[in-house]
């Protein structure tokens, strides 16, 4: 049998203080909560033994799972529009793969290139997850021409489907290329090179199967390697390629991952003067890991590529949280010469729910990302909930019991070194511990409001979307950013498409009216700023009418009766995507030159403006499709929810704050710095560049769960020596002596790791760190210094102080 007793105390962070005394009841709950975790030890750690080894098992099954509408806040009005249409005129999951001639004096009509351009189309119809109505290239059999003949009008393929190389049928597909009005779409502007687009359907037609997109990326590269040599260069671009490259790039992760392992454990080997005690906390923290990777497994998700840094964000939080209870064991050790198992008792009298109650908090806060309607967002938010629930098992139950076996060879040696750390601390505390007084404390709070006043005046620049051009997760000259600046030289479509869908009645083609005011608007966005060209019907329809009239550009304009119309509309074949069978739906492809925020910014309200002030002309341009559309939609959602998230999450602690600690002072002690680091963070975020988007909005939401846990601790052990009418100064050191050490080193180690990143490849990796690294450095402050200093305004301490706690009686009695 195992008995465990305990003295009552009052001063827990948990106790509510009345007027004839204290109602413990934290010791209510610990008095529960013990016995179940230390009754049957090995019990206990057998059991979650065995579940942390299903859940490896089940985690090296866990794949990565991208998909593009993952992406996409679906419920948005412009995503209805998309999915609306995506059958008719496709989606924006597209993917660009273009071949130009290295010798700048040759053209592409010639054998080689042409079997190159002929080969490639060929392999691209039978990529997987492939819509092969929707591949495009001179070979392909939907790329006519059309002429004028004596007749009327004449057509046919650009490239005759009895082709054969020679001399004479390169001359008529030059001629052809001309007269289809390709160049700049499917040829570059100086016909060296060649474009094939495809699109790409979310689960493979032939299989129903979700599409794999890493596998799809493997088989586009392959295709680079087997046709691209000395004369043809290949480039290639889409949503697809960008999945491959991060994924590919996911190795580089890993080895940033096992860095911030090794310097970890270095530094807890420095903290705790014991390899053995250094090892606990990092391997109930990588155990965490593992529980998280497993239920996320078992939940039926995969491992989103853009969620990978996740898992580091848990095994930072599993460190804290271990070096808490390190800490907490060796003082009790060294300190009050406890055994390993009393000490292990103690500390989890101590740390239980201040620390379950930070991490639930956590767990609550990261919970609101859910608002956000984008299921890659929601997907991280699930991700970290199960990895926070993982640390509760790790390190409030598996690593105490662990504690209690530790057996130390010399204790009394781990106690010198112990008290010698100890008295080095003192040192750096008691200056510290001066930030509680008035000398200190009103400098400290004058920083803190010229940062509040400059971060507030920063946060409109916060860009919501990209800032960059090109892939923003990629560095600017990684191999598909590359790509995409070649495309975009040499083909006048540029690589981001914006589709407005144009809604009228049916026979809207053959409708003067119609026509017009599809063509107005269609001038009105090519004469916005950011707007590359413009396709639609009625331009079109007004070069053919040229055609038909001898080439004089006299006649570039619509004809005004129905029969005119028709007549020139007729050779235009709905499969071009320009309007549906009964011309009642008409898109107009906008292509833009960049996909920054400010451009998407200008041209939707473009778009938007001219919709709004022409409603009468019985035309509704219906907004957006294509992947600049996609990414409006999702700044948008963005930009109207990121506020709410924010505002929950503090709400969240705040009120956990409240429950935990009943006192106003605590509230504004602990709140108030995690605030403060939330504001100077987009601030940062506007000073150096990085926008705020599906990526971003997740890790600044995770920053404040960690920065949340440094304030709680702090203050649960400041409390208890307030309560027992100890000056603020001195409670302040003590606090620091019990705890302060545990969360420097936590802050220190975290941005030790995290400054790693900022040399990946990766550019959303560096990003991620430059953002946590600022994170880490203002929350470290923010605890250590400014909450003391709040303190001093906030606390006001009783003239007769609470009499000291009896000490904890722990026995162990076993038969």
């Not at 392909?140 to 009895?162: H, K, L, M, Q, S």
Request: overall charge neutral.
């Amino acid at each position: 049998m195992l008995a465990i007793k305990s003295a009552r105390i009052c001063p827990t962070q948990s106790a509510v203080k009345l007027r004839g005394g204290c109602v413990a009841t934290a010791d209510k709950i610990l008095n529960g909560v013990i016995p179940l975790v230390y009754a049957k030890r090995w019990l206990t750690f057998g059991l979650l033994m065995l579940a942390t080894i299903g859940l490896f098992i089940a985690a090296l099954g866990l794949k990565p799972d991208a998909g593009y509408e993952k992406q996409i806040p679906l419920d948005h009005p412009f995503m209805q529009v998309f999915k609306k249409y995506e059958k008719a005129f496709g989606g924006a999951n597209l993917i660009s793969i273009a071949l130009i001639q290295k010798d700048r004096q040759k053209d592409i009509y010639n054998e080689h290139f042409l079997d190159k351009l002929k080969k490639v189309t060929d392999e691209v119809f039978f990529l997987p997850g492939v819509d092969r109505s929707r591949v495009q290239s001179l070979f392909t059999p939907g790329v006519r021409y059309v002429e004028i003949v004596e007749d009327g009008f004449a057509g046919g393929d650009v490239i005759p489907r009895n082709y054969s190389p020679s001399p004479e049928t390169f001359n008529l597909i030059r001629a052809n290329v001309g007269k289809a009005g390709v160049i700049g779409r499917l040829v570059s502007g100086d016909q060296r090179g060649a474009l094939i687009t495809a699109e790409l359907l979310e689960h493979d037609p032939s299989t129903g199967e979700r599409l794999d997109y890493r596998k799809v990326a493997q088989q586009m590269e392959d295709i680079r390697s087997k046709f691209q040599d000395a004369g043809v260069d290949i480039r290639i671009i889409g949503f697809a390629k960008v999945v491959g490259d991060v994924t590919d790039a996911s190795v580089e992760v890993v080895g940033f991952f096992v860095i911030a392992l090794v310097l970890t454990l270095g530094l807890l080997w420095l903290f705790c003067g014991s390899l053995r005690l250094s090892l606990l906390p990092l391997s109930a923290a990588i155990t965490a890991v593992i529980w998280e990777l497993g239920l996320l497994k078992l939940a039926g998700f995969g491992l989103d590529p853009f969620a990978i840094l996740v898992p580091f964000l848990i095994l930072s939080i599993g460190v804290s949280h271990g070096v808490q209870y390190i800490n907490g064991w060796g003082n009790e050790v060294a300190v009050n010469e406890r055994t390993p198992y009393e000490a292990s008792v103690e500390t989890f009298r101590r740390l239980f729910i201040p620390g379950s109650v930070a991490i639930i908090t956590n767990v609550i806060g990261f919970a609101t990302l859910t608002f956000i309607q984008i299921e890659i967002v929601q997907e991280m938010a699930i991700n970290a909930a199960l990895g926070m629930t993982a640390v509760i098992i790790t390190n409030k139950v598996m690593l105490p019991i662990v504690l209690t076996w530790v057996k130390l060879e010399d204790a009394a040696k781990f106690r010198e070194r112990q008290k010698l750390r100890q008295d080095l601390g003192d040192k750096l505390w008691r200056h510290v511990a001066k930030f509680s007084t008035p000398k200190f404390a009103l400098p400290t709070l004058g920083i803190a409001l010229l940062a509040l006043a400059w971060a507030i005046w920063m946060y409109p620049k916060l860009i919501i979307g990209d800032q960059q051009i090109g892939v923003p997760e990629l560095r600017q000259d990684s191999r598909y950013n590359q790509d995409s600046r070649a495309i975009a030289q040499n083909f006048v479509i540029g690589v981001d498409l914006l589709k407005v869908i144009a809604e009228g009645k049916p026979y809207g083609c053959v409708n003067h009216d119609t026509m017009a005011v599809i063509d107005r608007f269609a001038w009105h966005m090519q004469n916005t700023e950011g707007v590359l060209s413009v396709i639609s019907l009625p331009t079109i329809a007004k070069s053919l009418n040229v055609a038909v009239h001898e080439g004089s550009p006299d006649w570039y304009v619509l004809p005004r009766n129905q029969g005119g119309l028709a007549h020139i509309i007729g050779p235009v074949p709905s499969s071009a995507g320009l309007q549906n069978p009964d011309c009642s739906v008409m898109p107009i492809l906008i292509f833009t030159q960049d996909h920054r925020a400010e451009t998407i910014s200008r041209i939707i309200a473009a778009a938007e403006k001219f919709n709004a002030d022409n409603k009468t002309d019985g035309v509704n341009f219906a907004l957006a499709s294509g992947n600049v559309g996609v990414m409006a939609a999702t700044n948008a959602e963005i930009k109207a929810r990121e506020i709410v998230v924010i505002v929950w999450v503090h709400l969240t602690l705040l009120i956990f704050v409240w429950i935990s600690f009943r006192s106003l002072a605590a509230v504004v002690c602990i709140i108030a710095p995690l605030v403060l680091c939330s504001l100077l963070t987009y601030g940062g975020m506007a000073t150096i560049g990085i926008g705020m988007k599906a990526a971003t909005l997740p890790v600044a939401a995770f920053g404040v769960g960690i920065g949340v846990d440094d304030g709680i601790y702090l203050w649960s052990v400041l409390a208890i020596y307030l309560k027992q009418g100890m000056p603020l100064r001195e409670a302040y050191f003590q606090a620091l002596r019990h705890t302060g050490k545990a969360v420097v080193f936590t802050s220190l180690s975290l941005i030790v790791a995290v400054f790693t990143w900022l040399f990946s490849d990766l550019q959303f990796q560096a990003d991620m760190g430059m953002l946590l690294l600022f994170m880490f450095t203002t929350n470290l402050f923010g605890a250590v210094l400014l909450l003391p200093a709040l303190a001093w305004i906030m606390v006001r301490q009783d003239k007769t102080p609470e009499p000291n706690p009896e000490p904890n009686v722990v026995t162990a009695q076993k038969s």
